[in-house]
């Protein structure tokens, strides 16, 4: 049985999971039809502040619907998924957040590990919980 794209970490905001959904099953489909080449995701994250999706053998289109998601991570904040007004900034490290979610991060001197889930653990962590964490 091929590996789902969702069965791997993704290391980044709740934020981004809407576009990396996309991708997935763009990428699931890809492999359904084409067991004897599929495409292989070796890791999806957030560095430098910008979403990453890197996988092997991925044909032309499936490529331009990677660089979508890439690019449009640059314009949504990694924790809410907010379009408004968002930012990337160099704070000790680089997170893409719209202007509440930057305060409340500084407020409360929450840290990138905290904003960063892993995929599987999305129906066991409420995000509001990660920021209660997030307090000194
Ligand atoms: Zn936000």
Redesign the pocket.
Known sequence: MMKSVKDISWECGK?WWPMIEKVASAIDSYNAANPGSPIEVSQIKQKFGGLRIYCYNAPEDIRQLIDLAVNASWHT??????ITG?TTNLEGYRLT??P???KEIKQRGITKRKITLHRHEKDNVNINELSQEGIS
Do not use: F, W, Y
Not at 77 to 82: D, H, T
């Open positions: 934020g904040c990694e924790k809410c998924g907010s968002v957040l719209c509440d979610c930057r």
